[in-house]
């Protein structure tokens, strides 16, 4: 069985510029949420995708936004980034929505996002 | 609203001590979940447990424990006899009053062990 992965590991940009991160779920999962965990702090909901789309959405402006793909592979974009962009993105997979919140969330690695 | 609290922000024990981790919720769903992670330096949050709203009876594997109290809205996890590779950052979870999973976290308990 698969773990969820994710990629880059690390990634450095510099204030403005845009930045896209990648998720694979485990196998048999097809949704996928995403995080923002900054420093010292504990992770917050971004948006979860299922079926392609967007199926809720946390606190976070219209600059990230998301993609799944047919795969259920899933894409975290932001653009316009700022200083306080920097932190730990995470990415969960768990199965269909329809079981009723409270789905175990199998969380991938994290990508460190450093925004200069 | 919904909103996880854990007050103990730093916890240091020596090895082979019991520890309990506080949690505290505030919710008005009368249906919801709660989690504990684990979160060790990688960085990775390893799921521990998930416990319904309905279900308050008290769950141990191995060395953890659980004490789930709705009456005091707490959800706390127990350590017995601690090792060192227990440390790490621990985070209590919510979800619920929602078709999807929108999991709210507390701001996490660190624990280090002291061997």
């Known amino acids: 069985e698969t773990g969820v992965t994710q990629s880059p590991t690390h990634l450095i940009k510099t204030r403005g510029q845009q930045v896209t991160l990648r998720c694979s779920s485990q196998?048999?999962?097809?949704?996928v949420s995403w995080y923002q965990q900054a420093l010292g702090q504990g992770p917050q909901f971004i948006f979860q995708?299922?079926?392609?789309?967007?199926?809720g959405r946390g606190n976070f402006p219209p600059r990230f936004s998301g993609l799944q793909f047919p795969n259920y592979s899933s894409e975290l974009n932001v653009n316009a980034l700022e200083l306080d962009d920097s932190a730990l993105y995470l990415c969960?997979?768990?199965?269909?929505?329809?079981?009723?919140?409270?789905?175990?969330?199998?969380f991938g690695p994290g990508t460190r996002l450093t925004v200069l | 609203a919904q909103k996880v609290t854990q007050a103990q922000t730093e916890i240091s024990v020596v090895e082979k001590e019991d520890v309990t981790l506080d949690c505290v919720y505030e919710t008005r769903d009368t249906t919801y979940y709660l989690f504990w992670y684990k979160q060790p330096p990688s960085g990775e949050l390893v799921f521990l447990i998930r416990r319904n709203s309905f279900d308050e009876q008290n769950e141990i594997s191995g060395r953890y424990s659980w004490n789930f109290q709705k009456s005091t809205s707490s959800f706390n996890f127990t350590i017995t006899a601690s090792q060192v590779v227990d440390s790490a950052v621990y985070f209590c979870?919510?979800?619920?009053?929602?078709?999807?999973?929108?999991?709210?976290f507390g701001p996490g308990t660190s624990l280090s062990v002291i061997p």
């Open positions: 196998s048999g999962h097809n949704t």
């Open positions: 995708y299922y079926r392609e789309e967007e199926n």
């Open positions: 979870a919510l979800s619920g009053g929602t078709s999807y999973d929108k999991v709210i």
């Open positions: 969960a997979s768990s199965p269909p929505p329809g079981q009723g919140a409270g789905a175990e969330q199998f």
